[in-house]
């Protein structure tokens, strides 16, 4: 009979080769299979040097049983009788392996083997059936040591050669190919822990028997991978999740016992959680960054399109995950399969449409109950997304939703943490607000349109203000065909993109030319108000309500329009008219939709209509119907190329490739009076384009200009000298308290000041608060000391001259040259 072992590798190359090259010389097994579950050191390296096995190199890690998995099918397509798991770290002689493979063949009642395992100088033979009420006690600190023992069998229970066990360690064991062909591999349902337990327990459902063979003994080095690759923390969040599916699919547990199991599970991770040091609890050794963008889901929609491109586009160089709270649906865009898609939960589902409903009909039963639900949905939504901030381990995080920004903020501080704002500021009242305080420990702020990243870098005080853009996918395709008399919308149907409007246009349309057509691609809440307003305006025969289409069916729609318009009241981007001029389509939008602006030149590529004017937006329309333009066509071909998958990929790789976390979450507030003091200051230009600048300075004049621009990131403080005494006493309180509220509203890391009378608050507001203090003596003077630069030499981390003269005035200050 023939017999294979399958060994499974990550990042420990060294025990794997030692293992190998040992059962390999006792020539007893009849394959060796060696699966390297995607390590990220040189393991594949030394393994490819073993002569005599078959390595099996794994794409990525997706766990314990996935990577087992590998070498089980290999065996069983080859007609292997009898399959032995064994990790890396076991050690066995020769007689006993025999003996156990001898076991394994012999005519007897069982189908699942496992050997007398030496751990740590104490025998493990297996043990009993975990039942839920063992796990829920098992997650409470000092009270699971009372139950340790209720799942091991007495002593006495071993005797003879075979002693039936209802679960066996995974570390090392044997199946018959009986296993496999009634049970099947391993559940991959698991990353890491339970995987025996829930193969045990399938393989008993099915009729099948497990053993310990008492007189076989094995050593087992235990978690030594483990250990060296995952901290405590995490490692306490894979054990519980797999300890939650072991119990949802293995048995038919109440929902109650299962929600005491997940509470008393949350529980003991947040135990966990307040004695491992924060700054590891996340950390991993990979070859590359580690990429995580936050969605609520990813449904049909513009964000949810900009989410899986953007993922598509950064995986040939990051570790890409997306995270969602919901899972409505399968994703409806393409991703590359190399990216990882998770989902906080998959039966949490949001209300807001039947609060809506109930409160248009006023029924009270309904908007109580409903309400009611929305609250669970809102707390379970947060703890979810609590949770997931704790124990995300991307190196660059990317929210694309207000709804994570606090809690990641909070809890991933060593990351560099991207707000993706795909929202325009009118889309609700107090929009900005929200979004000024959701994001204001963040480290970058990117805009998906010119017209946001103008609004918010004036508005914004925290993250720097990045722009770039969206890109639209290369899809194969015709032309658009200009001679169809067709016109398209495309969007979620809701009142915000004014899909009425378009209705009523499109009758003044028909008036000029009737055998015009309106295609609607999109759903939501206003479709049956829009289909009711068609009946009504009498156009319902010219218009047909597409519903959401993607891919082909999308495709065929677009090479049949002559005209694509966009009547929004608010617009953060308008992707879909990229989309369009991609077939060369000329592209109409009122001027309320901003984001049009960024991509519609008016004349060339398109029109912009101004003021909302219905009967100017219905004349264009016909006129770009009955007379197609090939130089309007041509051009929004090319103003769609600017935008493609790959000039958008190169911007964004870029920008990424120079982002710093250190630099970009260092935040230095310089500091000076106007004029002199101002214009050596301006010689840091390049150390305020490196870390996250704030200026600070004198409200005079001479800053007039300045004063236009960086609005969110300065402040300008009384002016006044020491020669007008009066003015300067009464105006420096003033400067004393407008200082501290811009301390308080930047937090500086570092205060970097020139002098003169204005920077002198803040240095010691800096100081007091055990911030670090630069300052830079005035290249003015030579042979005497600034009133500034008396008061600040105390206290400064950092005093700087740019006068060798000058180190006698100042015997602690250091001599670096002049800044001009």
């Known amino acids: 009979m023939k017999t294979g072992i399958v060994v499974l590798n990550f990042n420990d190359a060294k025990e794997t080769v030692s293992f190998v090259e040992k059962i390999k010389s006792y020539n007893i097994l009849d394959s060796i299979v060696v699966v390297d579950n995607a390590s990220t050191d040189d393991s594949l390296t030394e393994l490819r040097k073993i002569q005599g096995i078959h390595l099996i190199e794994m794409s990525s890690n ?19 009788d009898n399959y032995i798991i064994s990790n890396p770290d076991i050690i066995v002689e020769k007689r006993q392996l025999e003996d156990f493979i001898a076991y394994m063949n012999s005519d ?26 063992y796990d829920i006690h098992d997650n409470y600190p000092i009270i699971n040591r009372l139950y340790k023992n209720l799942i091991k069998y007495p002593a006495s229970r071993y005797k003879g050669e075979i002693t039936s066990v209802e679960c066996l360690s995974g570390c090392f064991f044997g199946i018959k190919k009986e296993v496999i062909d009634r049970v099947g591999c ?18 008993r459902q099915a009729g099948l028997h497990i ?21 405590h923390y995490r490692k306490l969040r894979y054990l519980k999740a797999s300890q939650l599916y072991y119990h949802q699919t293995c048995f038919n547990h109440s929902k109650h016992l299962l929600n005491r199991l997940k509470r008393s599970a949350e529980m003991a991770c947040q135990f966990a959680y307040l004695r491992t040091n924060k700054k590891i609890v996340n950390k991993h050794n990979r070859p590359r960054k580690k990429v995580t963008i936050l969605s609520l889901h990813l449904r049909v929609g513009g964000i949810e399109k900009a989410i899986c491109s953007l993922a598509n586009m950064l995986v040939d160089d990051y570790d890409v995950e997306i995270v969602n709270v919901y899972k409505l649906c399968e994703p409806s865009f393409y991703i590359d399969e190399r990216v990882q898609v998770t989902y906080l939960s998959t039966d949490l589902v949001p209300n807001k449409e039947e609060i809506k409903n109930a409160l248009k009909y006023k029924n009270i039963k309904k908007i109580f109950f409903e309400g009611i639900k929305s609250l669970k949905i809102l707390y379970k939504k947060r703890a979810l997304i609590k949770k997931c901030a704790k124990d995300n381990d991307g190196d660059i995080i990317i929210s694309t939703t207000l709804a994570f920004d606090q809690l990641f903020s909070k809890y991933q501080k060593n990351k560099l943490l991207i707000a993706w704002e795909h929202c325009h500021p009118d889309c609700q009242k107090n929009y900005p607000k929200k979004v000024y305080k959701a994001v204001k420990k963040f480290d970058l702020f990117i805009p998906v349109s010119k017209s946001i990243n103008e609004f918010y870098k004036e508005y ?17 395709h015709e032309d658009a065909k200009f001679d169809t008399n067709q016109v398209t919308v495309m969007g979620r149907l809701s009142s915000e993109k004014a899909y009425d409007d378009m209705l009523r246009v499109f009758v003044k349309v028909l008036e000029q030319n009737p055998s015009a057509h309106l295609n609607i691609v999109g759903d939501g809440e206003e479709r049956h108000n829009l289909s009711v307003l068609a009946d009504r305006l009498g156009i319902a025969d010219s218009v047909t309500f597409y519903g959401n289409k993607v891919g082909k069916e999308k495709s065929q729609i677009l090479e049949n329009t002559s005209v694509f318009v966009t009547t929004s009241h608010y617009e953060s981007f308008g992707l879909v008219l990229l989309e369009a ?4 389509i000329p592209c109409l939008s009122f001027d309320s939709a901003k984001g049009s602006l960024d991509i519609i030149e008016d004349g060339k590529d398109g029109y912009i209509i101004k003021n909302r004017d219905l009967d100017q937006m219905a004349n264009k329309l016909v006129a770009l119907l009955n007379n197609p333009s090939k130089e309007l066509s041509k ?11 790959e000039n958008v990929r190169k911007q964004w790789l870029d920008a990424f490739k120079n982002m710093n976390i250190h630099d970009l979450k260092t935040r230095v507030m310089f500091t000076s009076s106007a004029g002199g003091h101002y214009s050596e200051l301006c010689e840091l230009d390049e150390l305020m384009k490196r870390y996250n600048s704030f200026l600070l300075t004198e409200d005079h004049e001479m800053m007039k200009e300045i004063k236009k621009t960086n609005q969110s990131r300065s402040w300008y403080m009384p002016a006044g000298t020491k020669e007008h005494l009066f003015k300067f006493l009464c105006n420096f309180p003033i400067t004393i308290i407008r200082s501290f509220k811009a301390f308080l509203k930047v937090k500086p890391d570092v205060v970097i000041a020139t002098g003169a009378h204005t920077t002198v608050p803040i240095c010691y507001i800096a100081k007091l608060f055990g911030k670090k203090v630069i300052f830079i003596e005035t290249f003015a003077n030579i042979t005497t000391k600034t009133l500034s630069g ?3 030499y105390p206290i400064a981390d950092l005093f700087l001259v740019q006068w060798e003269e000058m180190l006698k005035l100042y015997p602690n200050a250091k001599y670096r040259g002049g800044l001009k």
């Open 581 to 584: 001029m991609d077939y060369g």
């Open 635 to 645: 051009n929004a071909k090319d103003k769609a190329n600017s935008y493609s998958y």
């Open 108 to 133: 007897n009642n069982y189908q699942m083997f496992g050997p007398t395992i030496e751990e740590h100088g104490k025998l493990n033979r297996g043990w009993k059936q975990k039942s839920i009420k």
């Open 790 to 792: 008396k008061l600040v």
């Open 211 to 231: 053993c310990v063979l008492n007189n076989v003994q094995v050593i087992h080095n235990h978690s030594i991978t483990i250990n060296k690759n995952v901290n």
């Open 186 to 203: 391993f559940d991959e349902g698991t990353f890491l822990f339970y995987e025996e337990d829930i193969y045990c327990a399938k393989i």
């Open 460 to 476: 914004l005080t925290g993250p720097q203000c990045v722009y770039l853009p969206l890109c639209i996918d290369k899809v194969d």
């Open 62 to 80: 997706t766990g314990y049983a996935a990577g087992n998995n590998a070498g089980l099918r290999y065996l069983y397509e080859n007609d292997f």
